[in-house]
């Protein structure tokens, strides 16, 4: 299978490392309109580089696409993979722009439109829900998630790329990143409360923080908080009721769980092996952007419906567009 890496940045190489991880014997394309991105990635993958798409279907036999570029770049270019006849992987989106085209044209065509959401391939994810399931009454929970706008991308200022914007900017990444697991674990979103506000002398013309009343479907409840200003990046969550006390920091040895019998919290050890690179946070385990690469080559051969999608992706960024518009 001959498989092309459009955007060849940050993201595009974890793409390319780790599909040679999962089959070193797929050939693999890159493009991006940066030439020192084009050489870079034929110094270190080996791999053959292009500047268009178009430029490569003209010479390459082509299966699939990972769409790795800026989200508000990736409507047009899924369209253009469609329209090519190619099965697409694409990073967040951030917005829903031709969202209802390009549903119907890879319906239409057969085609796997397949999005990513990394964190429901979080090994911790899946244990907080088994949790959760276990207890018959209902939870409350707090999460902060946060880290400082110019920590980001160290190596470019944050206003060069997508987090400047407004349309994509840093807070909303964060609730597209995280609400989807919630609402996975939690249940559908019935009504929140926000108070949202710009506390920081960042140069940005967006909300820098928010505080979130989540109330959910299913009766549990949560409170919310999101931002760009924590000076060090956190991600702590702690979910409480009577049969439960869990708490988490976001990586992927911090998930404990309190024995209320014994008085002690219980260290939950769920990997055989962390996947981290050198550079990143803690936060960033990348055992789960390989398992959702496995997962869309399954849903490739397989058929298998992947478990997300652009549908439930727009009742998410509804939601998004809701709480950063509140009773505006």
């Known amino acids: 299978m001959n498989v092309v890496v459009i955007g060849l940045g940050s993201m595009g190489k974890r793409r390319i490392r780790l599909i040679k991880k999962y089959d070193d014997t797929m050939l693999i394309f890159g493009v991006d309109t940066k030439e020192e991105r084009r050489n870079e990635c034929k110094e270190l993958y080996g791999i053959e580089t292009f500047k268009t798409l178009e430029e490569l279907i003209l010479e390459k036999e082509v299966t699939c696409a990972f769409v790795c570029t800026s989200p508000l770049s990736h409507s047009q270019i899924i369209n253009q993979c469609l329209n090519h006849q190619l099965h697409v992987f694409t990073e967040l989106n951030l917005v829903s722009d031709r969202y209802e085209e390009n549903i119907a044209i890879a319906k239409e065509k057969n085609l796997l439109l397949f999005l990513s959401s990394t964190f429901l391939y979080r090994e911790e994810i899946n ?24 920590d ?55 909300y820098d923080n928010y505080l979130v009343i989540v109330q959910h479907k299913s009766g549990h409840k949560g409170t919310l908080a999101v931002d760009v200003v924590s000076r060090k990046a956190v991600r702590n969550l702690e979910v409480f009721g009577e049969e439960l006390y869990l708490s988490w920091d976001g990586t992927a040895k911090g998930l404990k769980i309190y024995d209320y019998e014994k008085k002690m919290d219980l260290v939950i ?5 962390v996947d981290q690179l050198e550079g990143y946070s803690n936060f960033v385990v990348e055992n789960a952007y ?39």
Do not use: M
């Not at 244990?127 to 110019?150: C, F």
């Not at 914007?165 to 559908?188: H, M, Q, Y």
């Open 290 to 328: 390989y398992n959702e690469i496995v997962s869309f080559f399954d849903s490739l051969e397989t058929g298998v419906t992947p478990i997300y999608s652009f549908d439930k992706d727009k009742q998410i960024l509804a939601l998004i567009d809701e709480i950063e518009g509140y009773h505006e």
């Open 269 to 273: 050890n769920l990997y055989k092996e």
């Open 127 to 150: 244990k907080i829900r088994t949790s959760i399931d276990a207890v018959n009454g209902r939870l409350n929970y707090t999460y902060h998630v946060g880290q400082y706008l110019p």
């Open 152 to 206: 980001w991308h160290p190596w470019e200022n944050y206003t060069n790329f997508f987090v400047g914007d407004k349309r994509s900017n840093g807070c909303r990444e964060i609730f597209a990143i995280e609400l989807p697991w919630l609402t996975s674990v939690f249940g559908d979103v019935v009504k929140v409360d926000v108070i949202r506000n710009k506390i920081s002398n960042l140069k940005i013309d967006y």
